[in-house]
Nanobody, 114 residues
Framework: QVQLVESGGGLVQTGGSLRLSCSAS????????MGWYRQAPGKQRDLVAL???????TYTDSVKGRFTISRNDAENTLSLQMNSLKPEDTYVYYC????????WGQGTQVTVSS
């Protein structure tokens, strides 16, 4: 089974940038869909961005033009470049991968101060 480990979260001021990374324990070449979700305490986990094996990307409306998802199949990593961060982007961010089942990382906290 695939193990996912996120890194890159932290505290940043409004307008700043962060880059989240997700390292997979095995090759991601055959993983059709990978993505990032985010969740606030007591709330549901929502999709932020998704990328398929052919490079097709999907973003939630609130991050379009600010966030960029990418995958590096050679290094088995998934990334999320987050620019122009806002306080409302403050969440725990989770890496996601889907093969015949879904896999999740442990999450990384992103806090944007106003």
């Amino acid at each position: 089974q695939v193990q996912l480990v996120e890194s890159g979260g932290g505290l940043v001021q409004t307008g700043g940038s962060l880059r989240l990374s997700c390292s997979a324990s095995e090759s991601i070449v055959s993983i059709n869909a990978m993505g990032w979700y985010r969740q606030a305490p007591g709330k549901q986990r929502d999709l932020v961005a998704l990328i398929t094996s052919d490079g097709t990307t999907t973003y939630t409306d609130s991050v379009k033009g600010r966030f960029t998802i990418s995958r590096n199949d050679a290094e088995n990593t998934l990334s999320l470049q987050m620019n122009s961060l806002k306080p409302e982007d403050t969440y725990v961010y989770y890496c996601y991968a889907h093969t015949w089942r879904s896999y999740w990382g442990q999450g990384t906290q992103v806090t944007v101060s106003s």
